[in-house]
């Protein structure tokens, strides 16, 4: 078998599909993106393509080996994602060739369906507690709230009485015990996330995600001292030698690895392990589409340390297309009690619906997250 194309396809609301097509029949499909840098990964991409265009998809841990270690430059967020969509969409084809899930070659699942979450907004506090409320009586069991406005180096203590209040007004619709995990999206400089830390104690939160910028993980240990929940982190980390210093300096209770970012299945896989041997757990990120979906389902079936799975359904990024419309059974991804099961079908376990895809790149997207500024002018983080 031989690939023979790679095809990209920039889709609304903001995702990159790739499909890859061999002589044998067989296509696989892959989700290589970098939210707002969609056109700049296609193009990493097409590059990557000099490279794969007559091997054999079958062997992905060679062919992983040559997109990184082949070039002189590597890492980062556009060449990792290139790799990681190219990754998914081999190990889609060598389920389909075999007949079996991706999991089933990874080794056999040790869960058949993982815990999720909804996220609920808070980006401009407003209506987050509607919000929570709703995703509770649609049957999830754990919401993710984003934290905070833009906030200063040092800041008033109005700005984290409006976080203050937020987070209650959501623990108070949703009640006790369901999981409440609250995301400082890197908005938040040390000093001000100290201050945060000792104010959020009341509010039993399951985790708190990114407290500082992955620029400043050497903040976490002395941050993770005073935290009142577990620290999660790692959406905008590439690979196993970015975990590796994390896991290393300590003070990190959950990673969170896109396996559309960091490497694909291959890596992600890798990083999971190293984190196992921590007793540090994964809650993979993924606010993404249907096959970047599929491939962290693939993953959280066989990793023993994955505990829930952040999915994209319904979050306000997907006004122009949600996650189901682009797969041929909307059933696949089935949601039950604040779970959703492992696909099962062969490759990812999914279908997409080419002709759909094909009808809407040709609107495609120039996806740009929102520039925010401090009131003195000075850009904030986002």
């Known amino acids: 078998m031989k690939i023979t194309k790679l095809t990209t396809f920039l889709v609304p609301p903001r995702w990159l599909f790739l499909r890859i097509d061999t002589d044998a029949g067989?296509?696989?499909?892959?989700?290589p993106v970098v939210e707002g840098r969609a056109h700049t990964v296609a193009a990493a991409v097409d590059e990557l393509s000099d490279y794969l265009v007559g091997k054999d998809p079958r062997r992905i841990e060679d062919l992983w080996n040559v997109m990184y270690r082949g070039s002189f430059y590597r890492g980062g967020p556009i060449l990792?994602?290139?790799?990681?969509?190219?990754?998914?969409?081999?190990?889609?084809?060598?389920?389909?060739?075999?007949g079996v899930p991706v999991h089933e070659l990874l080794g056999g699942p040790v869960r058949e369906r993982i815990r999720v979450y909804s996220w609920i907004g808070g980006d401009r506090p407003a209506d987050t507690a509607n919000a929570a409320r709703?995703?509770?009586?649609?049957?999830?069991?754990?919401?993710?709230?984003?934290?905070?406005?833009?906030?200063?180096f040092v800041d008033s203590y109005a700005k984290v009485?409006?976080?203050?209040?937020?987070?209650?007004a959501v623990r108070e619709a949703v009640g006790p015990h369901v999981g409440l995990a609250l995301d400082f999206h890197g908005r938040v400089h040390k000093p001000m996330a100290?201050?945060?830390?000792?104010?959020?104690?009341?509010?039993?939160?399951?985790?708190?995600?990114?407290?500082?910028?992955?620029?400043h993980l050497d903040a976490i240990p002395e941050l993770a001292s005073i935290a009142p929940a577990p620290i999660a982190l790692g959406e905008r980390l590439y690979s196993r030698y970015d975990f590796k210093r994390v896991l290393e300096r300590g003070g990190v209770d959950i990673i969170q690895p896109d396996p559309?970012?960091?490497g694909g299945i291959t890596e992600t896989r890798k990083i999971a392990a190293m984190a196992e041997a921590y007793d540090v757990a994964l809650a993979l990120h993924c606010p993404?589409?249907?096959?970047a979906l599929a491939a962290n389902l693939q993953l959280d079936a066989v990793c023993h340390n994955a505990f829930i799975q952040e999915q994209s359904l319904g979050i306000h990024y997907n006004a122009a297309n949600d996650l189901l419309d682009y797969v041929v059974d909307r059933n696949v991804f089935a949601y039950e009690d604040g779970y959703?099961?492992?696909?099962?079908?062969?490759?990812?376990?999914?279908?997409i619906n080419e002709a759909y895809v094909a009808e809407r790149a040709k609107l495609g997207h120039r996806w740009r997250n929102p520039l925010w500024r401090h009131d003195d002018g000075s850009v904030a983080e986002w």
Not at 26 to 31: D, V
């Open 288 to 291: 993404l589409g249907p096959i």
């Open 340 to 351: 959703v099961a492992i696909p099962g079908g062969p490759g990812l376990g999914i279908e």
């Open 80 to 98: 990792m994602s290139a790799i990681a969509g190219v990754d998914q969409a081999l190990w889609d084809i060598k389920g389909k060739h075999l």
């Open 134 to 152: 709703a995703a509770v009586e649609h049957g999830f069991t754990a919401v993710k709230m984003n934290g905070t406005e833009e906030m200063h």
């Open 26 to 31: 067989i296509c696989g499909w892959g989700e």
């Open 161 to 168: 009485e409006r976080v203050l209040e937020n987070v209650q």
């Open 194 to 215: 100290k201050v945060l830390m000792r104010e959020l104690a009341p509010y039993k939160l399951m985790f708190i995600e990114e407290p500082v910028l992955s620029e």
């Open 260 to 262: 559309s970012h960091a």
